[in-house]
């Protein structure tokens, strides 16, 4: 296993491989019209996500997809972080990435309106608080923004899962811890 001096140097590695290899996006969470941020990277060999994982948090999970060449097929296994380890981890990798450093950005923002938003509710008697439309609409434009700058700049190549389709063979949502989520209303939702 690969063997690092400093945190930083850690950091610096675990950056290169991201914008290789990793996925950064804004997902849409269940059916009540919520967002997360989310930080992915799927691989066959576990190594280069355990670093991951050593470093950052999340977890790794394996998945039904799996990897064709000419001479094998094998099981790939996804390293994700979401919630406040994922902010932590964003915050630590920004300086360093390029090409996705502007979809970190997107999903620092999202996690701090998301923080900003669970402390107001919190200091409420009504825990129940509604976002306002105004909220809404800052985290619909953050989901496209940082969707526009994955469909412009390329993420990391996904694995088809057998017996998909194509949009069914995006990263998996199977890894997020509920409480790190946020319910917001859909882009839909906000038209009407």
Known sequence: MLKFETRKEAVIWAAGFLEGEGSFGIYPN?????????VSAGQVDLRPLEILRDLF??????????HQSRFSTALL?????????????????HPYLLQKQEQAECIIELYTLIAKWKEEKGRLSNSKRSLTRE???ERVLL?????????KHG???TTKREGLDESQASDSLNCI??????????????AS
């Open 30 to 38: 269940g059916t009540g019209g919520g967002y997360l941020g989310k």
């Open 57 to 66: 948090g999340g977890c790794i999970t394996k998945d039904k997809r799996s």
């Open 77 to 93: 296994s996804e390293w994700q972080i979401t919630g406040p380890s994922m902010y932590e981890a964003l915050t630590e990798l």
């Open 135 to 137: 909220e809404q609409f």
């Open 143 to 151: 989901y496209v923004r940082c969707k526009d700058l994955n469909n």
């Open 155 to 157: 993420s990391a190549a």
């Open 177 to 190: 811890d509920e409480k790190d989520a946020e319910s917001v209303e859909t882009a839909g939702r906000l």
